[in-house]
């Protein structure tokens, strides 16, 4: 193909390639072998998350090579560039967790770097772990240039006594370990089977959820989200992605083009019918405030509330990312909930095509095990529901995949921990009791630092066998592989003197997902002395450094835990200059 498809005046490259002041930037691309038709070309950065931390990451190198195929078939010049990653599963349970949600507002931080640096006309990004992929989504939104995500692909599923076992078994079975019911041996044997394989953890969890939410949302081309990572057939995917970000440069379509109230509808829809993570209650309120969408997280839990819950997927159900892969994946839930009038069909994506027209393709019908037909659902709300109350008056989160009514609503005394570690070891030891309500403050984005995740805390009460005779809350997070009653993303945190801060042990404590309730037992005014005597957020030991940084710029959950003011007061965007 010749570069006579691409208008290049209109596009940021010409600031390094075109006329003679930039002979010098010219010399050092010759430099890289590059040559003057690629020089001359439309510029694609291809970000990737790729490092060697964890096995969601690790296959993303390769997949990208394939990307940058894809964009030279298509008439431009790839480059290809990394960011951070940090991943969930080895921060999770110690002091790195208050780094991971960190990552993502400095994953789209440095791509956004990158992209401005060096005046690329449009971004493929590439990411394989939790907060990667809302990260990279945010950079193209912020700097909504023609943008296609690819996710890396789910880990294959392990294999013990002829079941199919994940991560979130070994997390769980330390809690079983603990109470004497699991030997060491058989721990043993778990973790070394458990992880098969390249790819992310491989239920429902946070990072297969968010690769739901890219192809849901039209950043991802359909179905690209299911192939696990080890099929090496993904590159074909890759492949796809290049050429198809230059059709979207030609077309000038971009990022927020793609990314609009609707079509954050529709990827909420996909949580939420799925048993997602609540992690998608962060996410798409900070990738709408990148876009200037005000959609925060009572709007995304009234969209929960209305979603019928019918995909089978682990940890509320039976299976993993390969089996929906294997169903017809996203595009076959996309259109049960098409038949039942819950999508937006008029939303753009990645393919040029609306939604509508892609569900159109679509010619497989539901398993009936993995898909359910939407009119008889594994139940009638979604998997993921919003709570409010005097408790959480800027809200809060529970995820009720899996869970009978009956479990849903709860009442006990508050028993109240300062951080995870006081917790964790509360629960190790057994120091609480059944009918508790366990609350886990200062852990909010601000008052964490770090808004960190409690699996290991509830992974160990599943073992002993507790996860439904107790239940948790937190201004922190849950991972998407937790199971149980567990109440996320309280606010106002504790840092910010939410009524988190004012609970003491012994406070009556109502958590009601059927009505969407969640409060204790205090007046107004019983509420109003206590903070009159609150002493103030508690102090941490990041005094310096990027996390102190993050703890002076962090917002609440409900608007999704963001770090600047968004696309609603720029006033310059990089796609135009």
Request: net charge negative.
């Given at each position: 193909?010749?570069?006579?498809?691409?208008?290049?005046?209109?596009?940021?490259?010409?600031?390094?390639?075109?006329?003679?002041?930039?002979?010098?930037?010219?010399?050092?691309?010759?430099?890289?072998?590059?040559?003057?038709?690629?020089?001359?070309?439309?510029?694609?950065?291809?970000?990737?998350?790729?490092?060697?931390?964890?096995?969601?990451?690790?296959?993303?190198?390769?997949?990208?090579?394939?990307?940058?195929?894809?964009?030279?078939?298509?008439?431009?010049?790839?480059?290809?560039?990394?960011?951070?990653?940090?991943?969930?599963?080895?921060?999770?349970?110690?002091?790195?967790?208050?780094?991971?949600?960190?990552?993502?507002?400095?994953?789209?931080?440095?791509?956004?770097?990158?992209?401005?640096?060096?005046?690329?006309?449009?971004?493929?990004?590439?990411?394989?772990?939790?907060?990667?992929?809302?990260?990279?989504?945010?950079?193209?939104?912020?700097?909504?240039?023609?943008?296609?995500?690819?996710?890396?692909?789910?880990?294959?599923?392990?294999?013990?006594?002829?079941?199919?076992?994940?991560v979130q078994d070994v997390f769980e079975a330390?809690?079983?370990?603990?109470?004497?019911?699991?030997?060491?041996?058989?721990?043993?044997?778990?973790?070394?089977?458990?992880?098969?394989?390249?790819?992310?953890?491989?239920?429902?969890?946070?990072?297969?959820?968010?690769?739901?939410?890219?192809?849901?949302?039209?950043?991802?081309?359909?179905?690209?989200?299911?192939?696990?990572?080890?099929?090496?057939?993904?590159?074909?995917?890759?492949?796809?992605?290049?050429?198809?970000?230059?059709?979207?440069i030609e077309r000038n379509i971009r990022a927020?083009?793609?990314?609009?109230?609707?079509?954050?509808?529709?990827?909420?829809?996909?949580?939420a019918c799925t048993g997602g993570s609540t992690?998608?209650?962060?996410?798409?309120?900070?990738?709408?405030?990148?876009?200037?969408?005000?959609?925060?997280?009572?709007?995304?839990?009234?969209?929960?509330?209305?979603?019928?819950?019918?995909?089978?997927?682990?940890?509320?159900?039976?299976?993993?990312?390969?089996?929906?892969?294997?169903?017809?994946?996203?595009?076959?839930?996309?259109?049960?909930?098409?038949?039942?009038?819950?999508?937006?069909?008029?939303?753009?994506?990645?393919?040029?095509?609306?939604?509508?027209?892609?569900?159109?393709?679509?010619?497989?019908?539901?398993?009936?095990?993995?898909?359910?037909?939407?009119?008889?659902?594994?139940?009638?709300?979604?998997?993921?529901?919003?709570?409010?109350?005097?408790?959480?008056?800027?809200?809060?989160?529970?995820?009720?995949?899996?869970?009978?009514?009956?479990?849903?609503?709860?009442?006990?005394?508050?028993?109240?921990?300062?951080?995870?570690?006081?917790?964790?070891?509360?629960?190790?030891?057994?120091?609480?009791?059944?009918?508790?309500?366990?609350?886990?403050?200062?852990?909010?984005?601000?008052?964490?630092?770090?808004?960190?995740?409690?699996?290991?805390?509830?992974?160990?009460?599943?073992?002993?066998?507790?996860?439904?005779?107790?239940?948790?809350?937190?201004?922190?997070?849950?991972?998407?592989?937790?199971?149980?009653?567990?109440?996320?993303?309280?606010?106002?945190?504790?840092?910010?003197?939410?009524?988190?801060?004012?609970?003491?042990?012994?406070?009556?404590?109502?958590?009601?997902?059927?009505?969407?309730?969640?409060?204790?037992?205090?007046?107004?005014?019983?509420?109003?002395?206590?903070?009159?005597?609150?002493?103030?957020?508690?102090?941490?030991?990041?005094?310096?450094?990027?996390?102190?940084?993050?703890?002076?710029?962090?917002?609440?959950?409900?608007?999704?835990?963001?770090?600047?003011?968004?696309?609603?007061?720029?006033?310059?965007?990089?796609?135009?200059?």
């Amino acid at each position: 193909m010749t570069n006579s498809r691409f208008d290049k005046s209109r596009l940021p490259s010409r600031h390094v390639t075109e006329g003679p002041a930039r002979a010098p930037h010219r010399s050092y691309f010759y430099a890289m072998g590059i040559t003057e038709q690629e020089i001359h070309a439309p510029w694609v950065g291809v970000a990737t998350c790729w490092n060697e931390a964890a096995p969601c990451n690790i296959a993303l190198n390769r997949q990208a090579q394939s990307v940058k195929h894809g964009v030279k078939k298509g008439g431009g010049c790839p480059r290809e560039f990394t960011t951070i990653t940090v991943t969930d599963g080895i921060a999770m349970g110690h002091e790195g967790m208050r780094s991971s949600l960190a990552s993502r507002d400095a994953i789209a931080d440095t791509v956004e770097l990158t992209m401005r640096g060096h005046c690329y006309d449009a971004l493929v990004g590439l990411a394989g772990c939790d907060k990667s992929l809302p990260g990279m989504m945010m950079a193209m939104v912020r700097l909504n240039v023609p943008s296609v995500f690819i996710y890396g692909g789910s880990i294959l599923p392990g294999k013990l006594n002829g079941r199919d076992v994940v991560v979130q078994d070994v997390f769980e079975a330390v809690g079983q370990h603990q109470a004497g019911n699991l030997s060491d041996a058989e721990l043993d044997i778990l973790e070394r089977v458990a992880c098969p394989s390249a790819g992310a953890c491989g239920g429902q969890y946070t990072a297969n959820t968010m690769a739901c939410v890219s192809e849901a949302i039209g950043l991802a081309l359909p179905n690209s989200s299911g192939m696990p990572a080890p099929y090496e057939s993904r590159d074909q995917y890759g492949m796809a992605s290049g050429e198809a970000v230059m059709a979207l440069i030609e077309r000038n379509i971009r990022a927020r083009d793609i990314v609009t109230r609707k079509s954050l509808e529709n990827a909420a829809r996909v949580v939420a019918c799925t048993g997602g993570s609540t992690n998608g209650g962060l996410h798409l309120p900070a990738i709408a405030h990148e876009a200037g969408i005000d959609f925060d997280l009572f709007d995304v839990c009234d969209i929960f509330r209305d979603t019928p819950y019918f995909v089978n997927l682990r940890p509320g159900g039976d299976y993993v990312a390969k089996d929906l892969y294997e169903a017809g994946g996203v595009p076959v839930v996309m259109r049960e909930l098409r038949r039942a009038g819950l999508i937006h069909e008029d939303c753009i994506t990645a393919t040029g095509r609306t939604m509508g027209e892609e569900l159109d393709r679509v010619d497989r019908e539901v398993d009936g095990k993995v898909i359910h037909p939407v009119a008889t659902p594994l139940s009638a709300t979604g998997g993921v529901v919003g709570l409010k109350g005097n408790l959480a008056p800027d809200g809060a989160i529970v995820k009720v995949a899996g869970m009978k009514p009956e479990d849903q609503v709860f009442t006990g005394p508050a028993r109240v921990f300062e951080g995870e570690e006081q917790a964790f070891a509360a629960v190790q030891n057994r120091d609480y009791a059944e009918g508790d309500v366990i609350v886990i403050r200062n852990e909010g984005p601000a008052g964490g630092p770090g808004m960190r995740e409690m699996l290991a805390t509830t992974a160990a009460l599943s073992g002993q066998g507790m996860g439904k005779k107790v239940a948790l809350i937190t201004d922190g997070r849950f991972s998407g592989a937790t199971r149980g009653f567990c109440v996320g993303h309280v606010g106002p945190e504790a840092a910010h003197g939410g009524p988190i801060a004012l609970l003491k042990d012994g406070d009556m404590i109502t958590i009601d997902a059927i009505s969407g309730e969640i409060s204790v037992a205090l007046s107004d005014d019983e509420l109003a002395r206590r903070k009159g005597d609150w002493g103030g957020a508690r102090p941490t030991d990041y005094a310096a450094g990027a996390l102190w940084k993050y703890a002076q710029l962090v917002g609440g959950a409900r608007w999704g835990a963001v770090t600047h003011p968004g696309a609603a007061k720029e006033t310059h965007v990089y796609m135009d200059q």
